[in-house]
């Protein structure tokens, strides 16, 4: 290997989580949401790992990565872009059965033009505007959309009518996804009265199928749950307390770690300054290692003077700044730490563990963020 870092991914903890949400969304179909690189777990490795924990249901956000996962998936494996999709690359789309969401009549048009084109059809999620006000389309423009479907029976399949709600995750959201979920109800009946009936309606992201089960109806697009992480300290708290999905230690399993080594060690005197500038004092005699990561590799340089890393199954603090491809971590107390160790950045090491949820908070990054932001050059490894 010639990174300076890795990322293992962790197949058992990733079938319990499977395992887990689907007990918990019971008949209803698993669409697994793998945009943003696989929140950082990257495509090409988690899709295997995701069809052998029984997923074979995709999302990505757009026919690049769309591309990546009909490089790897199986051939039973469906597949389904939910924003990004240009005029240019629809032929394409429905070429390789690439199922889309329409949000425009104008993705409609090109849809079916596409389709008579090829002489396929097109595979739609009809995406409805609830009260998100991101996309959708508005109820206003329904009607043209439900004639020219009907028109073109031949050329489109919809395959889902769907919606998104905007902020399960927080109590503070409470009555504006109330609200988007009556109107997706209202909506539905609409395109039901008018025979538009598709095997698949779906509101709910993995914080609404968690909180709101009238949100889960026969499809579920689960993203950050899938991979281990509550969407919110709230959503956490929701289901630990809740009478219903009691739980005595948490059901989902990080299956992501971040590891790298030490790559050298220095004793450094009382009285001196450590790192660029005058930020960090040693104010005792120190042993410091160099960790080779930075923020170019996506350790964000807030963590300076503030993260922390696990060596030895202890945990070693970072003093002084995050460089772009290094940065110091105290191990005064770790005499046993020598060039080369292993170094856990995110992930379990003895009794120990750094969540990217601590991190995060530490960063003000979200999870999400954080994970997608994780660079893909580092090579992930599945264990
Ligand atoms: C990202 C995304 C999801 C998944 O959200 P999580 O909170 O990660 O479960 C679902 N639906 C859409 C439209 C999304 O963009």
């Not at 998936?73 to 005029?87: E, F, S």
């Not at 350790?299 to 503030?306: E, N, P």
């Not at 009794?351 to 954080?370: D, G, Q, W």
């Amino acid at each position: 290997m010639l990174n300076t870092s890795w990322i293992e991914l962790d197949q058992t903890a990733l079938n319990k989580n499977i395992r887990y949400l689907k007990k918990r969304i019971g008949d209803a179909t698993f669409l697994s949401v793998i945009k943003g690189n696989a929140y950082g777990h990257g495509i090409e490795q988690y899709i295997p790992l995701a069809e052998k924990a029984g997923l074979h249901n995709f999302a990505v956000y757009d026919a690049f990565e769309a591309s990546r996962v009909l490089q790897v998936k199986a051939a039973d494996t469906q597949l389904v872009i939910m924003g990004m999709l240009d005029d240019d690359q629809m032929d394409w789309a429905v070429e390789n059965d690439v199922a889309f969401f329409v949000f425009t009549p104008h993705r409609l048009e090109a849809a079916i033009s596409s389709a008579r084109k090829l002489k396929k059809k097109a595979q739609i999620h009809l995406e409805l505007e609830t009260g998100m006000h991101r996309t959708g389309l508005e109820e206003n423009e329904l009607p043209d959309v439900i004639a020219n479907i009907k028109k073109n029976s031949r050329y489109i399949s919809v395959n889902g009518v769907c919606t998104h709600l905007a902020g399960a995750e927080s109590i503070s959201n409470y009555v504006r996804v109330k609200t988007q979920s009556q109107v997706f109800e209202k909506l539905k009946k609409l395109l039901k009265s008018k025979g538009i009936v598709p095997a698949h309606y779906h509101s709910a992201c993995s914080a609404a199928a968690l909180i709101y089960p009238d949100t889960i109806m026969n499809m579920v697009r689960f993203g950050i749950a899938q991979y281990g992480f509550w969407p919110s300290m709230e959503t956490k708290m929701h289901n630990l307390l809740s009478e219903e999905s009691k739980f005595t230690r948490d059901p989902l399993k990080t299956v992501l770690s971040w590891k790298t080594r030490i790559m050298s060690i220095k004793s450094v005197e009382k009285g001196n300054f450590i790192n660029y500038g005058v930020s960090y004092l040693c104010v005792k005699p120190m042993r410091l290692a160099t960790i080779p990561v930075g923020y170019h590799h996506g350790y964000s340089k807030s963590l300076g003077s503030s993260g922390h890393v696990l060596i030895h199954g202890k945990r070693a603090e970072v003093v002084g700044s995050i460089n772009m491809n290094m940065f110091l971590v105290d191990i005064s107390h770790i005499p046993s730490a020598q060039c080369g160790d292993e170094v856990v950045l995110i992930g379990k090491q003895g009794e120990l563990s750094i969540t990217v949820a601590s991190f995060a908070e530490l960063t003000k990054v979200i999870n999400y963020e954080l994970l997608s932001r994780l660079p893909q050059q580092i090579p992930r490894i599945v264990i």
